[in-house]
């Protein structure tokens, strides 16, 4: 088993609801350097739906997405 290095920053939206949840997790993104990343915690079908997709469509990589028995989605990004 590989262990993966731990996210540059944390951002927690899992109260938030959209499109809250991309603004918060775009103006997170905008502050790290090209190449750092993000964690993201959030809750919900449509922020789990969006968040990635619109993340990925501004040039950032989905490194990984697993939601947990606890009903939180951990999205890591990368940014490009």
Known sequence: ????KP???LLDITGEVCPMTFVR????LD????GESL????RGEEPVR???RT????????LSQETG???VTRLLIRKG
């Open 1 to 4: 088993m590989t262990k993966t």
């Open 69 to 71: 028995e606890d009903g």
């Open 25 to 28: 997790t775009r103006l997170a």
């Open 7 to 9: 996210a540059d920053q």
């Open 31 to 34: 502050r790290l350097a090209s």
């Open 50 to 52: 969006n968040v990635p």
């Open 39 to 42: 964690l993201v915690l959030l």
């Open 55 to 62: 993340a990925a469509e501004q040039g950032h990589a989905i």
